[in-house]
């Protein structure tokens, strides 16, 4: 134990700080197009920590006597679902795995402190099983961790606690994600939230890599500098995935467990592309309402380029054209480990899957629309992205908020570092500059609510599926569900409004 302490104070004092002030810029406009950063009040950047200042909530010791602190979450099975599970919230003893070791850690002190146990329970029917237990009236569970796409339903029918009125939790601080907070209220409430106490929403930000040997042996430019330069754009990845892409067994036919492909991909990275791009399907307005801002000539012009890349069966492979046929993470990671891919579409959780590797690979952001475009932004899977909700019928709000609030404190000091520096950092991007990639990708990051309710179908329909479907009309597709998403946005309002 003494051991996981000096390496997790050791990587603290290497300036984790850096990485997990992310996500606090809201939407707003710039002046090449797109959405920009806010460039921060002076004021408040004034008031943030130095990177090597610890700052806690001002709680003292409360003996709850010896109380189950329980957290609900989902277990997913299946093959490619697999690694979409916690370990996050729980863990039975200290095993050599550093992020096990810190998550332990971590519910001993506040354990100690409060006189509690915390305990989760994991279960593939989570969602039913919340329904009943809050239909029934039961104080079964002091939190719930579902992705993104599940609480939208739970939450508009009056089943969370709004998470702005919830005591002790200070959401101003910086272990709360400020990008889940900005991005997912509606109408000024808020019924799910990310941040330190959870890794499942880091393993969930999209990002891409390339695989280096086969970089260097088609002498292709360094992608590192490309993305300093600020020129990582659609246009830069479709001309480089075009260079390399070879029919490597000479039949004639490019297949994805034959031969080399520019670039790998799959359904979500169209919508993951359109905020790279610097745009989101819905907005909001100043008062927090959801406004459509997709059908826009910047959104077309990023279409046309996903059109462009989904549609190129020579040089690009769509991994979910195959999912009926075999494990297609499996075969993205054979493809990189064969060197029989340049670049890949991805979320970080695979890059752990990538371990085993004897080439070397980069991380870099997705890319931007053009170089006009200031900044590189980073969408957190809906699907796979966790976030953490307060069932209506957890029985001491208080004391809720208490513990959240120590344990996502404490998380950001104990299981960040070990998450960022250690497994990212250290293990797993080989090198300083995928570290400093790293700091660009998570520097900007962002929930499109279009896609996380999928007002009208069009976000988890027609953007994610039409590149699978070898379709490309987005135009036409929106027009056909433009006034219903307006009634889909409409019964969301009604819906929270009913909530007050």
Known sequence: MKKILAVISAVLFLGAFALFAACDSPDVKSEEGGIAANPGDPAEDSAKEAPTQRIYPDLEAVDFGGYEFTVLTVFAGGADWVEWNHRDISADEINGDVINDAVYLRNKKIEEKYNIQITEDS????????????????????????????????????????????PYLDLSKPWWDRGTIRDLSVINKLFILQGDLLIMDNDAMETMIFNKAVLQSNALENPYDIVKSGEWTFDKLTEMSRGVSKDLNGDGEMYIKDDLFGLILQRDTAPSFIVSGGEKIVGKDE??????????????????AISTLMLDEDNVVHLHRYQDKFPIYDEQVKMFEENRGLFSWIRMRIVERLRGMEMDFGIIPCPKLDKAQANYFTRNNPHTGAGISIPITAGDLERTGMILEDLSAESRYTLQPAYYEIN??????????????????????????????NFGGFGGDAISYNGQRYKSDYAADFDKVVSKMEKDIEKVIAAYEKLD
């Not at 700091?439 to 279009?450: E, P, W, Y």
Request: charged residues 25%; hydrophobic residues 40%; proline residues 1%.
């Open 424 to 453: 990212l950092r250290g293990k797993y991007a080989r090198d300083d500059e995928s570290q400093e990639m790293l700091d660009i990708i998570l520097s900007n990051t962002a929930h499109d609510i279009g896609d996380v309710y």
């Open 123 to 166: 279960s593939d029917g989570a969602v039913n099983k919340l329904t009943k237990s809050i239909k029934a009236g039961e104080d079964a569970y002091d939190a719930f961790c579902s992705r993104m796409v599940q609480f939208v339903a739970l939450s508009q029918n009056g089943n969370f606690v709004d998470l702005f009125a919830m």
């Open 287 to 304: 008062n927090d309402y959801p406004v459509i801002t997709f059908g826009t000539e910047r959104c077309y012009k990023i279409m046309e």
